[in-house]
Protein backbone atom coordinates (compact mmCIF):
# COMPACT_ATOMS: atom_id res chain seq x y z
CA UNK A 1 0.00 0.00 0.00
CA UNK A 2 0.52 3.53 -0.06
CA UNK A 3 3.33 5.02 2.76
CA UNK A 4 5.10 8.48 3.57
CA UNK A 5 8.34 8.76 5.48
CA UNK A 6 9.16 12.31 7.24
CA UNK A 7 11.97 12.63 8.94
CA UNK A 8 11.72 12.40 12.75
CA UNK A 9 11.41 15.82 14.52
CA UNK A 10 11.95 17.74 16.32
CA UNK A 11 14.05 20.07 13.99
CA UNK A 12 15.62 22.66 15.23
CA UNK A 13 17.27 25.70 14.13
CA UNK A 14 18.50 29.54 14.38
CA UNK A 15 16.72 32.22 12.18
CA UNK A 16 17.87 32.44 8.46
CA UNK A 17 19.16 28.82 8.82
CA UNK A 18 18.58 26.66 5.72
CA UNK A 19 15.93 23.79 6.28
CA UNK A 20 15.77 20.93 4.75
CA UNK A 21 12.67 18.14 5.62
CA UNK A 22 13.03 14.90 4.24
CA UNK A 23 10.23 12.39 3.09
CA UNK A 24 10.05 9.86 0.81
CA UNK A 25 7.04 7.55 -0.07
CA UNK A 26 6.04 4.13 -1.57
CA UNK A 27 2.89 4.19 -4.09
CA UNK A 28 1.42 2.40 -6.93
CA UNK A 29 0.70 4.58 -9.88
CA UNK A 30 1.93 8.09 -10.13
CA UNK A 31 0.49 10.01 -7.17
CA UNK A 32 0.70 13.56 -6.32
CA UNK A 33 2.69 15.09 -3.51
CA UNK A 34 1.83 17.51 -1.09
CA UNK A 35 3.35 19.45 1.72
CA UNK A 36 0.88 20.85 4.54
CA UNK A 37 1.73 23.02 7.23
CA UNK A 38 0.02 23.53 10.54
CA UNK A 39 -0.11 26.59 13.11
CA UNK A 40 -0.06 25.82 16.79
CA UNK A 41 -3.55 25.57 17.35
CA UNK A 42 -5.16 25.82 14.00
CA UNK A 43 -5.74 23.16 11.02
CA UNK A 44 -3.62 22.02 8.58
CA UNK A 45 -3.39 23.85 5.40
CA UNK A 46 -1.49 23.36 2.18
CA UNK A 47 1.73 24.79 1.87
CA UNK A 48 2.49 23.50 -1.63
CA UNK A 49 2.24 20.32 -4.24
CA UNK A 50 3.30 18.77 -7.04
CA UNK A 51 1.20 16.96 -9.53
CA UNK A 52 4.42 15.06 -11.96
CA UNK A 53 7.86 13.68 -11.92
CA UNK A 54 10.21 16.73 -11.72
CA UNK A 55 7.54 19.21 -10.81
CA UNK A 56 8.80 21.59 -8.39
CA UNK A 57 6.03 23.13 -6.16
CA UNK A 58 6.93 26.65 -4.09
CA UNK A 59 4.93 28.81 -1.94
CA UNK A 60 6.45 31.27 1.18
CA UNK A 61 9.74 30.57 0.13
CA UNK A 62 9.43 27.01 0.48
CA UNK A 63 10.43 24.37 -2.31
CA UNK A 64 9.79 20.87 -2.89
CA UNK A 65 10.94 18.78 -5.88
CA UNK A 66 9.02 15.57 -7.18
CA UNK A 67 11.95 12.97 -7.66
CA UNK A 68 10.69 9.80 -8.93
CA UNK A 69 13.60 8.02 -9.26
CA UNK A 70 14.41 8.58 -5.56
CA UNK A 71 10.47 8.59 -4.31
CA UNK A 72 11.64 11.83 -2.57
CA UNK A 73 10.06 14.94 -2.25
CA UNK A 74 12.29 16.84 0.38
CA UNK A 75 10.79 20.40 1.67
CA UNK A 76 13.35 23.53 1.87
CA UNK A 77 13.70 26.84 2.82
CA UNK A 78 17.23 29.08 1.86
CA UNK A 79 16.78 31.62 5.58
CA UNK A 80 13.74 30.23 7.96
CA UNK A 81 12.06 32.99 10.14
CA UNK A 82 10.50 32.42 13.80
CA UNK A 83 7.52 32.51 11.61
CA UNK A 84 8.01 29.23 10.53
CA UNK A 85 7.68 27.37 13.47
CA UNK A 86 4.93 24.86 12.82
CA UNK A 87 4.60 20.92 12.48
CA UNK A 88 4.86 20.01 8.47
CA UNK A 89 3.27 17.03 6.88
CA UNK A 90 4.13 15.32 3.35
CA UNK A 91 1.44 13.87 1.96
CA UNK A 92 0.35 11.25 -1.09
CA UNK A 93 -2.65 12.40 -3.36
CA UNK A 94 -4.79 8.84 -3.69
CA UNK A 95 -3.03 7.04 -6.51
CA UNK A 96 -3.20 3.28 -8.00
CA UNK A 97 -5.36 1.13 -6.26
CA UNK A 98 -5.70 4.12 -3.06
CA UNK A 99 -8.74 5.78 -2.52
CA UNK A 100 -7.55 7.93 0.41
CA UNK A 101 -4.93 10.21 0.53
CA UNK A 102 -1.59 9.12 2.90
CA UNK A 103 0.22 11.48 4.98
CA UNK A 104 3.65 11.15 6.80
CA UNK A 105 3.61 11.76 10.62
CA UNK A 106 4.58 15.07 10.21
CA UNK A 107 7.98 16.74 11.44
CA UNK A 108 7.83 19.90 14.29
CA UNK A 109 10.21 22.62 13.26
CA UNK A 110 11.29 25.02 15.70
CA UNK A 111 12.94 28.42 15.17
CA UNK A 112 14.73 30.24 17.54
CA UNK A 113 15.34 34.21 17.37
CA UNK B 1 -16.64 32.52 3.25
CA UNK B 2 -15.98 30.35 6.00
CA UNK B 3 -14.92 27.11 4.21
CA UNK B 4 -14.87 24.37 7.34
CA UNK B 5 -16.30 25.12 10.41
CA UNK B 6 -16.05 22.44 13.50
CA UNK B 7 -18.38 22.28 16.61
CA UNK B 8 -17.71 22.26 19.39
CA UNK B 9 -14.37 23.72 19.96
CA UNK B 10 -13.49 21.37 22.48
CA UNK B 11 -15.39 19.10 24.71
CA UNK B 12 -14.76 16.82 28.15
CA UNK B 13 -17.26 14.19 28.25
CA UNK B 14 -18.02 11.42 30.37
CA UNK B 15 -16.57 7.65 29.42
CA UNK B 16 -19.77 5.78 28.16
CA UNK B 17 -21.72 8.93 26.76
CA UNK B 18 -22.81 9.36 22.59
CA UNK B 19 -21.01 12.45 21.14
CA UNK B 20 -21.70 14.12 17.67
CA UNK B 21 -18.79 16.19 16.27
CA UNK B 22 -19.79 18.74 13.68
CA UNK B 23 -18.75 19.17 10.32
CA UNK B 24 -20.02 21.91 7.63
CA UNK B 25 -18.47 23.63 4.50
CA UNK B 26 -19.69 25.73 2.32
CA UNK B 27 -17.04 25.17 -0.70
CA UNK B 28 -19.60 22.66 -2.18
CA UNK B 29 -16.75 20.18 -2.22
CA UNK B 30 -17.21 16.57 -3.23
CA UNK B 31 -14.97 14.86 -0.86
CA UNK B 32 -15.03 14.92 3.12
CA UNK B 33 -13.08 13.54 5.23
CA UNK B 34 -12.29 12.83 9.31
CA UNK B 35 -8.83 12.52 10.84
CA UNK B 36 -7.51 11.93 14.50
CA UNK B 37 -4.27 13.57 15.31
CA UNK B 38 -2.33 12.12 18.28
CA UNK B 39 1.00 13.31 19.60
CA UNK B 40 3.58 10.61 17.62
CA UNK B 41 1.29 8.93 15.73
CA UNK B 42 0.17 12.05 13.17
CA UNK B 43 -3.30 12.43 11.14
CA UNK B 44 -5.13 8.83 10.89
CA UNK B 45 -8.44 8.74 8.51
CA UNK B 46 -11.36 7.62 10.40
CA UNK B 47 -14.10 7.53 7.75
CA UNK B 48 -14.29 9.55 4.67
CA UNK B 49 -17.13 10.37 1.91
CA UNK B 50 -16.55 11.00 -1.96
CA UNK B 51 -20.07 12.49 -2.09
CA UNK B 52 -23.11 12.85 -0.44
CA UNK B 53 -24.70 9.83 0.10
CA UNK B 54 -21.69 7.43 0.34
CA UNK B 55 -19.07 6.75 3.22
CA UNK B 56 -15.99 4.84 3.21
CA UNK B 57 -13.80 2.96 6.34
CA UNK B 58 -10.64 4.71 6.91
CA UNK B 59 -7.74 3.48 8.72
CA UNK B 60 -8.89 3.50 12.36
CA UNK B 61 -13.10 3.69 12.26
CA UNK B 62 -13.58 1.24 14.93
CA UNK B 63 -15.96 3.23 17.47
CA UNK B 64 -17.51 5.83 14.78
CA UNK B 65 -19.56 6.38 12.70
CA UNK B 66 -20.50 9.11 10.29
CA UNK B 67 -23.30 9.83 7.61
CA UNK B 68 -23.51 12.05 4.56
CA UNK B 69 -26.81 12.95 4.28
CA UNK B 70 -26.07 16.51 2.21
CA UNK B 71 -23.01 17.55 0.63
CA UNK B 72 -22.44 20.71 3.44
CA UNK B 73 -22.13 18.16 6.60
CA UNK B 74 -20.57 15.17 7.55
CA UNK B 75 -21.42 14.67 11.49
CA UNK B 76 -19.29 11.95 13.13
CA UNK B 77 -20.19 10.08 15.81
CA UNK B 78 -18.98 8.34 19.00
CA UNK B 79 -21.94 5.99 19.94
CA UNK B 80 -20.11 4.87 23.42
CA UNK B 81 -17.15 6.97 24.47
CA UNK B 82 -13.77 5.84 25.46
CA UNK B 83 -11.02 7.46 27.07
CA UNK B 84 -8.76 5.55 23.80
CA UNK B 85 -10.43 8.00 21.81
CA UNK B 86 -9.16 11.34 23.46
CA UNK B 87 -7.67 13.40 20.47
CA UNK B 88 -8.16 16.38 18.47
CA UNK B 89 -10.71 15.26 15.40
CA UNK B 90 -10.21 17.39 12.25
CA UNK B 91 -12.25 17.28 9.21
CA UNK B 92 -11.39 18.19 5.84
CA UNK B 93 -12.86 18.65 1.91
CA UNK B 94 -11.29 18.18 -0.79
CA UNK B 95 -13.24 19.21 -4.73
CA UNK B 96 -13.07 15.77 -5.68
CA UNK B 97 -11.60 12.55 -5.60
CA UNK B 98 -8.46 13.34 -7.98
CA UNK B 99 -5.02 12.57 -7.14
CA UNK B 100 -4.62 16.22 -7.64
CA UNK B 101 -7.20 17.68 -4.95
CA UNK B 102 -6.21 19.50 -2.07
CA UNK B 103 -7.44 19.02 1.10
CA UNK B 104 -9.41 22.08 3.54
CA UNK B 105 -9.06 21.40 6.70
CA UNK B 106 -11.02 22.89 9.70
CA UNK B 107 -9.75 24.08 13.17
CA UNK B 108 -10.14 20.85 14.96
CA UNK B 109 -12.19 19.75 17.93
CA UNK B 110 -10.41 18.95 21.18
CA UNK B 111 -12.44 16.01 22.94
CA UNK B 112 -11.23 14.75 26.04
CA UNK B 113 -12.81 11.05 27.36
CA UNK B 114 -12.53 10.67 30.73
Known amino acids: GNSVTQMEGPVTLSEEAFLTINCTYTATGYPSLFWYVQYPGEGLQLLLK?????DKGSNKGFEATYRKETTSFHLEKGSVQVSDSAVYFCALGRSGGSYIPTFGRGTSLIVHP | IAGITQAPTSQILAAGRRMTLRCTQDMRHNAMYWYRQDLGLGLRLIHY???????GKGEVPDGYSVSRANTDDFPLTLASAVPSQTSVYFC?????????????FGPGTRLTVL
Open chain 2, 92 to 104: ASSTGTAPTDTQY
Open chain 1, 50 to 54: ATKAD
Open chain 2, 49 to 55: SNTAGTT
